[in-house]
């Protein structure tokens, strides 16, 4: 079984991260990577783990969260008695 291993690089494209953020994750074992040399290499199917895990995180937190509707208020209650000439 052949394993496809990421460089870092790629790793922030596919992610949409900075490197920085990568270490934290590697840091806080949220993701897997290993050094090779002075080189990080990541286990496609590691990422593929991350970002699942990722999805359901957010599912999970939708899930919870009410849905409201917010509607921006089209003047303050302050100038509600201001003619429209007033306010600009």
Do not use: C, Y
Not at 3 to 32: A, D, G, Y
Not at 43 to 58: G, T, Y
């Amino acid at each position: 079984m052949t394993r496809e291993l990421l460089k870092l690089k790629q790793v922030q494209e596919i992610l949409h991260l900075s490197e920085r953020t990568i270490f934290r994750l590697l840091k806080n074992k949220e993701l897997k990577g290993f050094k090779a040399g002075r080189e990080w290499r990541f286990e496609q199917s590691d990422i593929d783990d991350f970002i699942e895990r990722q999805r359901r995180k957010a599912d999970e937190d939708t899930d919870k969260q009410p849905v409201v509707n917010i509607v921006a208020p089209l003047f303050s209650l302050k100038d509600r008695n201001a003619k429209p000439s007033d306010t600009v």
